[in-house]
């Protein structure tokens, strides 16, 4: 088995495809952004940006490709996504076993967004959950902006 060609074909993926569908959902598809809640600004800040976000965002996700499909469509993709992943990785911890590799932490960049901020997909949590234990240990110290933990979704 080539765990080289398998790990960077799961990385691509993640990058090149699962992104964007989030990005969509991020900043395009949900109309509160929730993500943008952490932010003290005023009102017209926000919605200046919001509105700025949402035109930018679907623009490149329309050239990209991913962005003329429908909601449902993106939706179902992001999911297939993750459903490759948590097929693949069946009982192993990480990808290649029992220590997450450098695909695994690309991939988990791009796990952590979803899972944490706004977005709720039920699979792959435990992957999440055991690449975040692993790797960084102060997680709860990393996470905090001005003594407090950030808001998550």
């Known amino acids: 088995m080539n765990k080289g060609g398998?790990?960077?074909?799961?990385q691509k993926m993640f990058e090149e495809n699962t992104y964007w569908g989030w990005a969509l959902f991020r900043w395009y598809y949900d109309p509160e952004m929730k993500a943008l809640s952490v932010f003290k600004y005023p009102k017209f800040i926000v919605w200046f940006t919001k509105k700025w976000?949402?035109?930018e965002?679907?623009?490149v996700a329309d050239a990209h490709g991913i962005g003329r499909h429908s909601k449902e469509e993106v939706y179902s993709i992001m999911y297939a996504d993750l459903k490759a992943l948590s097929d693949y990785l069946g009982k192993?911890?990480?990808l290649f076993g029992d220590k997450p590799c450098e695909m695994d932490c690309a991939i988990f960049?791009?796990?952590a967004q979803m899972y944490w901020h706004c977005f709720e997909f039920p699979i792959l949590i435990?992957?999440?959950d055991r690449m975040k234990?692993?790797?960084w240990p102060d997680w709860d110290?990393?996470?905090t902006y001005g003594g407090t933990q950030k808001a998550s979704g």
């Not at 398998?6 to 799961?10: C, D, K, L, P």
């Open 6 to 10: 398998i790990g960077r074909a799961f």
């Open 53 to 55: 976000l949402a035109r």
């Open 57 to 59: 965002v679907k623009k």
């Open 92 to 94: 192993k911890k990480f």
């Open 109 to 111: 960049g791009q796990l």
């Open 126 to 128: 435990d992957y999440c």
């Open 133 to 135: 234990d692993t790797i």
């Open 141 to 143: 110290k990393c996470i």
